[in-house]
T-cell receptor, first 114, second 115 residues
Framework: NAGVTQTPKFQVLKTGQSMTLQCAQD?????MSWYRQDPGMGLRLIHY???????DQGEVPNGYNVSRSTTEDFPLRLLSAAPSQTSVYFC?????????????FGEGSWLTVV | AQSVTQLDSHVSVSEGTPVLLRCNYS??????LFWYVQHPNKGLQLLLK??????LVKGINGFEAEFKKSETSFHLTKPSAHMSDAAEYFC?????????????FGSGTRLSIRP
């Protein structure tokens, strides 16, 4: 049982480059989301999805795109990387159908934009 | 609307003494509440969760939390701190019927353990 898998774990980008953070889950969860974690600010929601074909913006969506073509995958795209996007990124998924709502996290992706 | 406030950004205790990490929440719906722990340069691990069953919830590594609706609190406790408990702790609220802001994190409490 792999849970939530994020890749890459570490990445260094130059300003203006684009890249995609991959996220996949094998638990058939409807709800998936991306967070960024910055010192002293906890985790802030970037984008989320409540099912295949459905995405919506979170608290800090600017500079990021997402898509949800399948239930399993929820990639996060940085269109033109900026130093302000240096952060740790976490993908999460949860079962939206029950009252349990346990949130499962990936291991994190450490991104540095220079 | 929902929100979560962790009242202390940093807590320091001596090894073997009790731990108290405070969390207050606000939710328009019946919330699910969670505590997650994050060790340095690691991902987030679920400690425990409250989902409208027993108000006293026991988690892993000797932690527990009590849901108090009248006080809108969900404080995390442990009777005796261990050096391995040093980490960042996040209180999380999730509203089952809200899609606009489904899962909200507190800003985190850094727990330090003194030898």
């Amino acid at each position: 049982n792999a849970g939530v898998t994020q890749t890459p774990k570490f990445q260094v980008l130059k300003t203006g480059q684009s890249m995609t953070l991959q996220c996949a889950q094998d638990m058939n969860h409807e709800y998936m989301s991306w967070y960024r974690q910055d010192p002293g600010m906890g985790l802030r929601l970037i984008h989320y999805s409540v099912g295949a074909g459905i995405t919506d913006q979170g608290e800090v969506p600017n500079g990021y795109n997402v898509s949800r073509s399948t239930t399993e995958d929820f990639p996060l795209r940085l269109l033109s990387a900026a130093p302000s996007q240096t952060s740790v990124y976490f993908c999460a998924s949860s079962d939206d159908r029950g009252s349990e709502n346990t949130i499962y996290f990936g291991e994190g992706s450490w991104l540095t934009v220079v | 609307a929902q929100s979560v406030t962790q009242l202390d950004s940093h807590v320091s205790v001596s090894e073997g003494t009790p731990v108290l990490l405070r969390c207050n929440y606000s939710s328009s719906y019946s919330p699910s509440l969670f505590w997650y722990v994050q060790h340095p340069n690691k991902g987030l691990q679920l400690l425990l969760k409250y989902t409208s069953a027993a108000t006293l919830v026991k988690g892993i590594n000797g932690f527990e939390a009590e849901f108090k609706k009248s006080e809108t609190s969900f404080h995390l406790t442990k009777p005796s701190a261990h050096m391995s408990d040093a980490a960042e702790y996040f209180c999380v609220v999730s509203a089952q019927y809200s899609s606009a802001s489904k899962i909200i994190f507190g800003s985190g409490t850094r727990l330090s353990i003194r030898p």
